[in-house]
């Protein structure tokens, strides 16, 4: 294994074990960046990139704490009340109604848009403190903890949404199939990711700051274990039993800078078919069979 830094391709390290793909179990990966202990490794079986070793529960519970939603719930409010109508409208393209599970609802800002318009929600958050919030508000079930511990029955939702959750997870791949289980057959998964091809974005940042993006420092207020592209999510749709039906661009950022940088990607995807934005957005349908 050897030692890259983020997006260079030069190699700058010594050998260091990156484990087994978490996603496909390949045992071939190479370390495209290191932070102290953390190493970032991408898979040459499924493309994703992730980090090794994966920090535990309770430090990711930790990570999510009242501060992690506090400047949200503050600071960015309209714009957010405008990107969750936007998702909503999305689903609506093609389902107007049902039983609807958000995971990771955060503040249950896409819950409450959702059930505005109809939908019977519910949702899952690993914050307790956001829960709660979720629950007192829209007194919906919200369960509390890690997607392997969802105790409804399977075949209960039509809809299942993850708004850049799938990236946090500490094992997309069983998660899925948990999803899998609790959608009725011919139900849909919006999957909503980061992507790590975002060559706009990438470009503008390097100019400015001088260097790559990095994919992991401790601080980080938005922790990504998986760094998916657009080919790599596809495989692990599919792989999991989903038919995938679109795979394109998520809406426009909250964040006015963010937003003009996607607005190029959307017309340079458009002129090319290739996304190079900030973000992948997949829609799947549990098959009937
Ligand atoms: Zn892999």
Same mark, same amino acid.
């Given at each position: 294994m050897t030692v890259r830094h983020a997006g260079t391709g030069s190699t700058v390290g010594v050998a260091e074990s990156t484990g087994r793909c978490p996603l496909c179990g390949g045992r071939s990966a190479s370390v495209i960046e290191r932070c102290g202990e953390v190493l970032t490794a991408l898979c040459a079986g499924c493309d994703v990139a992730y980090l090794t070793p994966v920090p535990s529960l309770t430090e990711?519970?930790?990570? =999510? $704490?009242?501060? =992690? =939603?506090? $400047?949200?719930?503050?600071?960015?409010?309209?714009?957010?009340?405008r990107l969750w109508r936007q998702r909503l409208a999305l689903v609506r393209e093609r389902r107007q109604a049902g039983d609807l599970l958000d995971i990771g609802c955060g $503040?249950? +800002? &896409?819950?409450?848009?959702?059930?505005? +318009?109809? &939908?019977?929600c519910a949702g899952t958050e690993l914050s307790e403190y956001a829960a709660e919030r979720v629950r007192r508000r829209l007194s919906i079930p919200v369960m509390t903890g890690p997607v392997r511990a969802i105790e409804w029955p399977a075949a209960s939702f039509d809809v299942v949404t993850m708004w850049h959750v799938l990236e946090h997870l500490t094992d997309p791949r069983g998660d899925l199939a948990i999803v899998q289980r609790l959608l009725r057959?011919?139900?849909?998964? &919006?999957?909503?990711?980061?992507?790590r091809l975002s060559t706009v974005f990438n470009t503008v940042y390097r100019m400015i700051k001088g260097a790559p993006p990095s994919f992991y420092t401790p601080d980080e207020r938005e922790l990504h274990l998986f760094h998916f592209t657009p080919a790599s999510l596809r495989r692990l749709l599919e792989e999991?039993? &989903?038919?995938v039906l679109s795979l394109g661009m998520d809406v426009e950022d909250a964040d006015w800078r963010k937003r003009w940088l996607d607005r190029a990607a959307r017309w340079w995807c458009q002129m090319t078919g290739i996304n190079r934005s900030l973000t992948i957005l997949a829609v799947a349908e549990k098959p009937h069979d």
């Open positions: 990711l519970s930790d990570h =999510y $704490d009242e501060g =992690y =939603y506090a $400047d949200w719930i503050t600071s960015q409010q309209r714009a957010r009340r $503040d249950g +800002s &896409f819950v409450e848009t959702a059930q505005a +318009s109809g &939908f019977l057959p011919g139900g849909l998964l &919006f999957v909503a990711v980061p992507n999991r039993g &989903f038919r």
